[in-house]
């Protein structure tokens, strides 16, 4: 089955402690996505990734890292979580065609609570 | 800066009717459009893409357009029925695989 996953699910930790969403695609999509969605303010795009070592700031990448070694895998890293990425992630991926506009593909989303 | 806004209010309406949710932009010039469904706790799955300079598009119950002038898009669901509650999210793109996205609407189909 065609899918992103992402682990963890569901994620409570402190401020400060370091800490790593997977994201996962088998669909060999070449551009991989995070956003994070907070209420009201919809998806923000924090990090994207054009294809394997190709990355690029989003929207909101303060206190955020991402690589890219494997075309299927996409991790995000809060190296110093803050109450403020308390937030629910989703990885998203697609594929990249000139000219075309492809839709993403979504992971079941990651809720992070940073106390 | 680039916005983009979709009734922030639910929508409730009766099952069999037309559920019409808009999403309206302003300083960007979008190439093209989607829409996407999100169920509660789960990710977005797309819809429908609408092109720059296509004025409608149509598939089984859904149908969009795109009003570059109007700087607009209205997305219909006819025939509504329960199963179709679910938050709607419009997502913009100029090029290239980047989306920004509005905040939702949550459609409620009350039978």
């Known amino acids: 089955e065609a899918q992103v996953t992402q682990n963890p699910r569901y994620l409570i930790t402190v401020t400060g402690k370091k800490l790593t969403v997977t994201c996962s695609q088998n669909?060999?999509?070449?551009?991989m996505s995070w956003y994070r969605q907070d209420p009201g303010l919809g998806l923000r795009q924090i990090y994207y990734?054009?294809?394997?070592?190709?990355?690029d700031k989003g929207d909101v990448p303060e206190g955020y890292k991402v690589s890219r070694k494997e075309k299927r895998n996409f991790p995000l890293i809060l190296e110093s979580p803050s109450p403020n990425q308390t937030s629910l992630y989703f990885c998203a991926s697609s594929l990249r065609v000139a000219g075309s506009y492809n839709e993403q593909f979504f992971g079941p989303g990651t809720r992070l609570t940073v106390l | 800066s680039q916005k983009i806004e979709q009734n922030s209010e639910a929508l409730n309406i009766q099952e069999g009717k037309t559920a019409t949710l808009t999403c309206n932009y302003t300083?960007?010039?979008?190439?093209?459009l989607q829409w996407y469904r999100q169920d509660p706790g789960r990710g977005p799955v797309f819809l429908l893409l609408?092109?720059?300079?296509?004025k409608e598009k149509r598939k089984e119950r859904l149908k969009v357009t795109f009003d570059t002038t109007l700087k607009q898009s209205l997305f219909h669901i006819t025939a509504s029925q329960p199963a179709d509650s679910a938050t709607y999210l419009c997502a913009l793109g100029r090029g290239g695989n980047k989306l920004v996205f509005g905040a939702g609407t949550i459609l409620r189909v009350k039978s």
């Open positions: 669909m060999n999509h070449e551009y």
């Open positions: 609408i092109r720059e300079n296509e």
């Open positions: 300083n960007y010039s979008p190439a093209y």
């Open positions: 990734s054009m294809n394997v070592e190709v990355t």
